[in-house]
Protein backbone atom coordinates (compact mmCIF):
# COMPACT_ATOMS: atom_id res chain seq x y z
CA UNK A 1 0.00 0.00 0.00
CA UNK A 2 1.25 3.44 -0.80
CA UNK A 3 2.08 5.93 1.79
CA UNK A 4 3.98 8.93 2.79
CA UNK A 5 6.19 10.03 5.67
CA UNK A 6 7.35 14.37 6.04
CA UNK A 7 10.12 14.08 8.37
CA UNK A 8 10.31 16.89 10.68
CA UNK A 9 6.63 17.87 12.46
CA UNK A 10 7.61 21.29 13.05
CA UNK A 11 9.99 23.80 10.68
CA UNK A 12 11.23 26.88 11.54
CA UNK A 13 13.04 29.67 9.19
CA UNK A 14 13.87 32.92 9.20
CA UNK A 15 12.21 35.25 7.14
CA UNK A 16 14.10 35.21 3.61
CA UNK A 17 16.08 31.72 4.13
CA UNK A 18 15.20 28.65 2.45
CA UNK A 19 12.44 26.64 3.40
CA UNK A 20 12.65 23.35 2.82
CA UNK A 21 9.95 20.29 3.72
CA UNK A 22 10.81 16.94 3.46
CA UNK A 23 8.47 14.38 2.04
CA UNK A 24 9.16 10.44 1.09
CA UNK A 25 6.91 7.93 -0.71
CA UNK A 26 5.84 4.72 -0.45
CA UNK A 27 4.86 3.13 -3.66
CA UNK A 28 5.57 0.17 -5.61
CA UNK A 29 4.31 1.73 -9.30
CA UNK A 30 4.51 5.50 -10.24
CA UNK A 31 2.89 8.02 -7.69
CA UNK A 32 0.87 10.50 -8.28
CA UNK A 33 2.29 12.89 -5.88
CA UNK A 34 0.67 16.61 -4.28
CA UNK A 35 1.66 19.30 -1.56
CA UNK A 36 -1.25 21.16 0.12
CA UNK A 37 -1.06 24.34 2.70
CA UNK A 38 -3.77 24.82 5.33
CA UNK A 39 -3.93 28.46 7.06
CA UNK A 40 -5.44 28.52 10.30
CA UNK A 41 -8.99 27.88 10.71
CA UNK A 42 -8.74 27.07 6.57
CA UNK A 43 -9.50 23.81 4.30
CA UNK A 44 -6.67 22.57 2.26
CA UNK A 45 -5.30 24.40 -1.01
CA UNK A 46 -3.07 22.70 -3.49
CA UNK A 47 0.56 23.76 -4.00
CA UNK A 48 1.68 22.01 -6.53
CA UNK A 49 1.24 18.05 -7.95
CA UNK A 50 3.63 15.69 -10.14
CA UNK A 51 1.79 13.67 -12.23
CA UNK A 52 5.03 11.69 -14.16
CA UNK A 53 5.54 14.38 -16.15
CA UNK A 54 8.55 16.90 -15.25
CA UNK A 55 10.46 16.08 -12.09
CA UNK A 56 10.74 19.51 -11.11
CA UNK A 57 7.40 21.17 -10.81
CA UNK A 58 6.47 24.71 -9.79
CA UNK A 59 3.69 25.73 -7.86
CA UNK A 60 1.90 28.56 -6.62
CA UNK A 61 3.57 31.41 -4.19
CA UNK A 62 7.42 30.75 -5.17
CA UNK A 63 6.82 26.68 -4.17
CA UNK A 64 8.56 23.72 -6.25
CA UNK A 65 9.20 20.28 -5.14
CA UNK A 66 11.28 17.65 -7.07
CA UNK A 67 10.41 13.96 -7.81
CA UNK A 68 13.27 11.58 -7.32
CA UNK A 69 12.78 8.25 -8.01
CA UNK A 70 15.86 7.11 -6.63
CA UNK A 71 15.52 8.52 -3.56
CA UNK A 72 11.21 8.26 -2.89
CA UNK A 73 11.10 11.67 -2.42
CA UNK A 74 9.37 14.68 -3.19
CA UNK A 75 10.81 17.70 -1.02
CA UNK A 76 8.96 20.98 -1.20
CA UNK A 77 11.49 24.04 -1.36
CA UNK A 78 11.18 27.96 -1.91
CA UNK A 79 14.15 30.13 -2.22
CA UNK A 80 12.86 32.77 0.26
CA UNK A 81 10.99 32.39 3.26
CA UNK A 82 8.09 35.33 3.37
CA UNK A 83 6.05 35.54 6.99
CA UNK A 84 2.74 34.24 4.91
CA UNK A 85 4.39 31.12 4.36
CA UNK A 86 3.77 30.40 7.91
CA UNK A 87 1.16 27.61 7.47
CA UNK A 88 0.77 23.93 7.90
CA UNK A 89 2.26 21.64 4.76
CA UNK A 90 0.63 18.61 3.78
CA UNK A 91 2.40 16.09 1.02
CA UNK A 92 0.02 13.25 -0.29
CA UNK A 93 0.04 10.64 -2.78
CA UNK A 94 -2.20 8.79 -5.10
CA UNK A 95 -1.81 5.47 -6.58
CA UNK A 96 -4.36 4.30 -9.09
CA UNK A 97 -7.05 5.29 -6.83
CA UNK A 98 -9.33 7.58 -5.80
CA UNK A 99 -8.33 8.14 -2.77
CA UNK A 100 -5.65 10.82 -1.32
CA UNK A 101 -3.37 9.30 1.31
CA UNK A 102 -1.51 12.17 3.06
CA UNK A 103 1.39 12.64 5.18
CA UNK A 104 1.19 13.61 9.05
CA UNK A 105 2.14 17.11 8.43
CA UNK A 106 4.68 19.76 8.89
CA UNK A 107 4.32 22.99 10.51
CA UNK A 108 5.98 26.04 9.04
CA UNK A 109 6.95 28.41 11.48
CA UNK A 110 8.68 32.05 10.02
CA UNK A 111 10.93 34.40 12.09
CA UNK A 112 11.30 37.78 11.19
CA UNK B 1 -10.86 28.92 -7.91
CA UNK B 2 -12.46 25.84 -5.90
CA UNK B 3 -16.65 25.73 -5.45
CA UNK B 4 -16.87 23.57 -2.67
CA UNK B 5 -18.55 24.65 0.30
CA UNK B 6 -19.17 23.28 3.80
CA UNK B 7 -22.12 24.86 7.03
CA UNK B 8 -21.78 25.50 9.46
CA UNK B 9 -18.12 26.14 9.79
CA UNK B 10 -18.46 26.28 13.49
CA UNK B 11 -20.53 24.22 15.70
CA UNK B 12 -21.06 23.32 19.43
CA UNK B 13 -23.56 20.82 20.54
CA UNK B 14 -24.87 19.12 23.62
CA UNK B 15 -24.05 15.35 23.88
CA UNK B 16 -26.49 12.99 22.41
CA UNK B 17 -27.72 15.64 19.49
CA UNK B 18 -28.24 14.66 15.68
CA UNK B 19 -26.29 16.88 13.91
CA UNK B 20 -25.87 16.83 10.15
CA UNK B 21 -22.80 18.90 8.34
CA UNK B 22 -23.52 20.22 4.99
CA UNK B 23 -21.31 19.77 2.02
CA UNK B 24 -22.14 21.19 -1.52
CA UNK B 25 -19.79 22.03 -4.66
CA UNK B 26 -20.68 23.26 -7.83
CA UNK B 27 -17.74 21.38 -10.00
CA UNK B 28 -19.63 18.63 -11.38
CA UNK B 29 -17.06 15.73 -9.91
CA UNK B 30 -18.40 12.81 -9.28
CA UNK B 31 -16.18 12.07 -6.59
CA UNK B 32 -16.39 13.33 -2.79
CA UNK B 33 -14.62 12.81 0.37
CA UNK B 34 -14.78 13.45 3.70
CA UNK B 35 -11.63 14.21 6.19
CA UNK B 36 -11.60 13.77 9.85
CA UNK B 37 -8.60 16.21 11.14
CA UNK B 38 -7.62 16.42 14.46
CA UNK B 39 -5.91 18.71 16.72
CA UNK B 40 -2.39 17.05 15.84
CA UNK B 41 -3.13 17.82 12.07
CA UNK B 42 -3.29 14.60 10.76
CA UNK B 43 -6.03 14.03 7.78
CA UNK B 44 -7.71 10.52 8.12
CA UNK B 45 -10.63 9.35 5.37
CA UNK B 46 -14.09 8.68 6.96
CA UNK B 47 -16.11 8.59 3.81
CA UNK B 48 -16.04 8.49 0.29
CA UNK B 49 -18.41 8.07 -2.64
CA UNK B 50 -17.67 7.71 -6.42
CA UNK B 51 -20.98 9.08 -7.31
CA UNK B 52 -24.47 9.57 -6.60
CA UNK B 53 -25.77 6.74 -4.77
CA UNK B 54 -22.10 5.63 -4.00
CA UNK B 55 -20.87 5.79 -0.73
CA UNK B 56 -17.97 4.10 0.82
CA UNK B 57 -16.04 3.75 4.35
CA UNK B 58 -12.66 5.24 4.78
CA UNK B 59 -9.56 4.27 6.24
CA UNK B 60 -10.65 5.55 9.98
CA UNK B 61 -13.71 3.90 11.40
CA UNK B 62 -16.29 6.32 12.31
CA UNK B 63 -19.34 6.22 13.41
CA UNK B 64 -20.65 8.87 10.80
CA UNK B 65 -23.00 8.12 7.88
CA UNK B 66 -23.05 9.88 4.47
CA UNK B 67 -25.25 9.83 1.53
CA UNK B 68 -24.96 10.77 -2.23
CA UNK B 69 -28.61 11.29 -3.64
CA UNK B 70 -27.34 14.40 -5.99
CA UNK B 71 -24.03 14.61 -7.51
CA UNK B 72 -23.59 17.88 -6.22
CA UNK B 73 -24.51 16.79 -2.40
CA UNK B 74 -22.17 14.87 0.38
CA UNK B 75 -23.68 15.73 3.44
CA UNK B 76 -22.61 13.57 6.96
CA UNK B 77 -24.54 12.81 10.03
CA UNK B 78 -23.72 11.69 13.49
CA UNK B 79 -27.07 10.45 14.96
CA UNK B 80 -26.04 10.61 18.49
CA UNK B 81 -22.92 13.11 19.23
CA UNK B 82 -20.33 12.83 21.98
CA UNK B 83 -17.18 14.79 22.83
CA UNK B 84 -14.87 12.20 21.15
CA UNK B 85 -16.80 13.58 17.97
CA UNK B 86 -15.12 16.96 18.58
CA UNK B 87 -12.83 17.60 15.89
CA UNK B 88 -12.47 19.12 12.59
CA UNK B 89 -14.18 17.39 9.56
CA UNK B 90 -12.85 18.41 5.98
CA UNK B 91 -14.95 18.05 2.60
CA UNK B 92 -13.29 17.66 -0.71
CA UNK B 93 -14.11 16.66 -4.16
CA UNK B 94 -12.26 15.57 -7.26
CA UNK B 95 -12.35 15.22 -10.99
CA UNK B 96 -11.20 11.48 -11.35
CA UNK B 97 -8.52 9.00 -10.51
CA UNK B 98 -5.30 10.52 -9.54
CA UNK B 99 -6.07 14.38 -9.59
CA UNK B 100 -5.87 16.92 -7.16
CA UNK B 101 -9.01 17.22 -4.48
CA UNK B 102 -10.33 20.64 -4.13
CA UNK B 103 -11.14 21.21 -0.40
CA UNK B 104 -14.21 22.71 1.44
CA UNK B 105 -13.34 25.41 4.54
CA UNK B 106 -14.16 22.74 7.07
CA UNK B 107 -16.32 22.37 9.70
CA UNK B 108 -14.79 22.66 13.35
CA UNK B 109 -17.49 20.67 15.46
CA UNK B 110 -17.23 20.50 19.12
CA UNK B 111 -19.72 18.46 21.57
CA UNK B 112 -19.82 19.20 24.71
Known amino acids: AQSVTQLGSHVSVSEGALVLLRCNYSSSVPPYLFWYVQYPNQGLQLLLK??????LVKGINGFEAEFKKSETSFHLTKPSAHMSDAAEYFCAVSVRTDKLIFGTGTRLQVFP | EADIYQTPRYLVIGTGKKITLECSQTMGHDKMYWYQQDPGMELHLIHY???????EKGDLSSESTVSRIRTEHFPLTLESARPSHTSQYLCASSERTNTEAFFGQGTRLTVV
Open chain 1, 50 to 55: YTSAAT
Open chain 2, 49 to 55: SYGVNST
